[in-house]
């Protein structure tokens, strides 16, 4: 099955890393979708969740309270 690497990051640590099968995650452009396979994207969120999927089902929310995080994916 194919996965995403996820590292999420704040200034000062790492929130939550593993491999996922699905991230959601609000941006300036609007609610992104990723899944295993994606095109590279640089994009800007908002505040809100980042919902995570990971490989075993188990689902995970990290709230974005910075009015200036990025979003890489490569």
């Known amino acids: 099955m194919s996965s995403l690497k996820v590292e999420m990051v704040a200034a000062d640590r790492k929130v939550w890393e ?9 941006s300036i452009a609007g ?3 990723i899944l295993p396979g994606h095109s590279p994207l640089l994009g800007v969120l908002v505040e809100g969740d980042v919902a995570i999927e990971a490989l ?10 910075a009015k ?3 979003l890489v994916l490569n």
């Open 56 to 65: 075993d089902g188990a689902r995970s929310t990290v709230t974005v309270d």
């Open 18 to 26: 593993g491999e996922a099968k699905l991230v959601r995650a609000r």
């Open 68 to 70: 200036d995080g990025d």
């Open 31 to 33: 609610d992104l979708g």
